[in-house]
């Protein structure tokens, strides 16, 4: 997997949460029914709890357009959407746990051929631990089952259709640094290049509390 690609799936392979949703989740940027304990809680203490990715508020197409221009690939992407949901579980224990449920997302793009639409849906759910050091957020990989469907359209004719395994998150933020803010029912996740730190690649991924403290 080249360097742009892996950052393109990097905000909704973070998507996590359980096998099963319950219907009393609040969809991203709706805090309703939350307790009010969590709107006080910050930092570490803040973390614990089932987290929904807002991907549209995440999606920083600058981010992966630099990285495919140092690539050599002359063409620039927009978002174009999606659907589906993403959820990060986070417990006092040490645990974590993220699953996609149809999270589906369009990539739109210009080429010579014409339009061109790429579109992910994945589905899955992987399961890891985490730990926190100041404002730094590491992850451990565990076991994972996890797939992506990849369509691309050009000029309205389908080019190609594939299936195939999508890596687990934990196993992905081995390679990166990440930072987080965490205040009352909002949760910014940053990330850094390589494990080192490096360039700041996606800055301020917005999750938004989905149940109250767990």
């Given at each position: 997997?080249?360097r742009?690609?892996?950052?393109?799936?990097?905000?909704?392979?973070?998507?996590?949460?359980?096998?099963?949703?319950?219907?009393?989740?609040?969809?991203?940027?709706?805090?309703?029914?939350i307790?009010?304990?969590?709107?006080?809680?910050?930092?570490?203490?803040?973390?614990?709890?089932?987290?929904?990715?807002?991907?549209?508020?995440?999606?920083n197409?600058?981010?992966?357009?630099?990285?495919?221009?140092?690539?050599?690939?002359?063409?620039?992407?927009?978002?174009?959407?999606?659907?589906g949901?993403?959820?990060?579980?986070?417990?006092?224990?040490?645990?974590a746990?993220?699953?996609?449920?149809?999270?589906?997302?369009?990539?739109?793009?210009?080429?010579?051929?014409?339009?061109?639409?790429?579109?992910?849906?994945?589905?899955?759910?992987?399961?890891?631990?985490?730990?926190?050091?100041?404002?730094?957020?590491?992850?451990?990989?565990?076991?994972?089952?996890?797939?992506?469907?990849?369509?691309?359209?050009?000029?309205?004719?389908?080019?190609?259709?594939?299936?195939?395994?999508?890596?687990?998150?934990?196993?992905?933020?081995?390679?990166?640094?990440?930072?987080?803010?965490?205040?009352?029912?909002?949760?910014?996740?940053?990330v850094?290049?390589?494990?080192?730190?490096?360039?700041?690649?996606?800055?301020?991924?917005r999750?938004?509390?989905?149940?109250?403290?767990?």
């Open positions: 997997m080249t742009y690609a892996l950052i393109l799936l990097l905000p909704f392979a973070l998507a996590c949460g359980g096998d099963d949703f319950d219907s009393s989740y609040s969809t991203a940027g709706d805090v309703s029914g307790d009010s304990p969590s709107i006080n809680l910050a930092g570490a203490d803040c973390l614990a709890g089932t987290w929904e990715l807002d991907v549209e508020s995440s999606y197409m600058d981010a992966v357009n630099a990285m495919m221009a140092d690539d050599g690939v002359g063409m620039e992407l927009e978002f174009g959407g999606s659907e949901r993403g959820f990060m579980t986070l417990g006092r224990d040490g645990s746990e993220y699953t996609m449920d149809n999270l589906t997302i369009t990539i739109n793009a210009d080429s010579p051929m014409g339009p061109m639409t790429m579109t992910n849906t994945m589905n899955g759910t992987s399961t890891g631990t985490y730990a926190v050091d100041a404002d730094t957020l590491r992850f451990t990989d565990g076991t994972g089952n996890m797939t992506t469907n990849t369509e691309m359209m050009m000029g309205g004719r389908q080019m190609s259709s594939s299936s195939s395994d999508l890596e687990s998150v934990f196993e992905t933020s081995d390679r990166s640094l990440m930072t987080y803010e965490c205040t009352g029912d909002v949760l910014l996740i940053n850094h290049e390589n494990a080192d730190g490096g360039s700041l690649v996606f800055e301020g991924m999750f938004v509390r989905s149940g109250g403290p767990a």
